[in-house]
């Protein structure tokens, strides 16, 4: 059994100026890399920059990164960041800004690289990355993976690479003004990673014990995350479920709802966590091993597997979804043909189990996402 998680995680309010000298080992030019405009609301940016100023740290920003990241994206910020000289780079928001950096990191160390080749055979190395989420989330910020949409091939997927963030920060105030919407879909995020790792065929006795507590603090959430009340204790936890559901995955990786969601956000448009989210009633019920199911539910402190699809049908409040069956058999198709996607499943996985899971989630009426 292998552990790895190399990581240094910092955390607490204040946390990136408090420990500013971190950066100091990592680089003298810095690529920051933000999405359009949260990074500057939630005083991250803010934070950064200061901590970089007062060591003598150049920077530049780029600030385009858009939700679901695409390669060309990562094409234009490495223009901007090999003209610069940046020699680390770092990600702040949520899974899209730090799974770019990880990218845009690969291309500043091997500037051969570029939005045609960055999926490919051969494992890169590159720069050092730091990571500030911004969300809770996707747990990008300890794991080594990144997604990104790949419009040639049409869909998203994992890059292939290994480049785990050589520090996250953790500071959960970036998150008080996050709207109610992003914060539970956000927070679905976690809690599919925390049951995906321990679901999996990689399960393992130490991404457990993080399953365990990261559920555990997801459960102290719950009463928050469906009344809309969140406080900044809440948010502490969330963003700690995250953390911890990011390195279960970074031993185990995910599994089905997460090989079958980036269809429905590639070509439906939901965002992230819902596109997971919406299958999990069918995937749980699928599930035959029904001891660990029932650990999920002890672990998250509800009485019945009813009770979490009652929860994650209000959180995720009246989302629709519908699709024909053509489509879904092209979903199904593009997942079935590569086994990697479905390698994390303990049980007996095959089109009819990946259709009758899209098909029994699907709900009547008009879709919200489109
Ligand atoms: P996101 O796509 O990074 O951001 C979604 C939206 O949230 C953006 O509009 C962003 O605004 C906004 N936002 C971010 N932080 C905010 C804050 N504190 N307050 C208010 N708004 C805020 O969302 P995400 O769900 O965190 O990330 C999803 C991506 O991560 C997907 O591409 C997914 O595939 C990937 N993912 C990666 C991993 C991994 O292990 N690497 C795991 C799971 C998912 P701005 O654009 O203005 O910043
Ligand atoms: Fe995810």
């Not at 901590?51 to 910020?77: M, Y």
């Not at 997604?147 to 953790?170: E, V």
């Not at 699709?323 to 043909?337: G, P, R, T, W």
Request: with cysteine; aromatic share 8%; hydrophobic share 40%.
């Amino acid at each position: 059994m292998i552990y790895e998680m190399p990581t240094k995680i910092i955390f607490g309010k204040g946390c990136i100026g408090e420990q500013k000298e971190e950066f100091k080992n990592l680089g003298s030019k810095a690529c920051i890399v933000t999405g359009k405009s949260s990074a500057k609301r939630n005083g991250s940016y803010a934070d950064v920059v200061k901590a970089l100023d007062s060591l003598g740290i150049e920077h530049i920003l780029f600030d385009e990164v858009e939700e679901n990241p695409s390669l060309e994206t990562l094409e234009k910020a490495k223009i901007k960041a090999l003209e610069h000289g940046s020699n680390f780079v770092i990600g702040i928001g949520g899974g899209s800004p730090m799974d770019a950096a990880k990218g845009i990191a690969i291309m500043i160390k091997n500037p051969e690289i570029g939005a045609d080749n960055l999926i490919g055979n051969h494992i890169l190395d590159g720069v050092p990355v730091v990571a500030i989420p911004t969300t809770a989330g996707t747990g990008s910020e300890v794991t080594q993976y990144a997604i990104f949409t790949d419009f040639k091939r049409g869909t998203k997927l994992n890059y292939g690479h290994k480049i785990f963030p050589t520090i996250a920060f953790l500071d959960a105030s970036y998150m008080n003004d996050m709207p109610l919407p992003l914060t539970r879909y956000t927070a679905l995020d976690a809690l599919s990673h925390l049951m995906e790792s321990y679901l999996n065929v990689r399960s393992n006795l130490i991404s457990e014990t993080f399953v365990q507590q990261g559920l555990g603090y997801f459960a102290k959430c719950i009463n928050a995350l469906v009344s809309g009340e969140i406080t900044e204790q809440n948010r502490e936890e969330l963003l700690l479920a995250s953390t911890y559901g990011g390195i279960a995955i970074a031993q185990t990786r995910t599994s089905l709802p997460h090989a079958m969601g980036y269809s429905l956000t590639y070509y439906h448009n939901m965002p992230h966590g819902v596109a997971n989210a919406i299958l999990y009633e069918a995937y749980l019920k699928s599930f035959e091993d029904k001891t660990r199911i029932s650990k999920i539910i002890e672990w998250l402190c509800l009485d019945s597997l009813e009770q979490l699809f009652d929860i994650i049908n209000k959180l995720l409040e009246g989302v629709n979804f519908v699709c024909s069956d053509e489509e879904l058999h092209k979903y199904v198709n593009s997942i079935i043909s590569d086994k990697m996607k479905t390698s994390s499943h303990p049980e007996k996985v095959d089109a009819q189990l990946l259709f009758d899971i899209y098909k029994n989630s699907l709900t009547i009426g008009d879709s919200f996402y489109e």
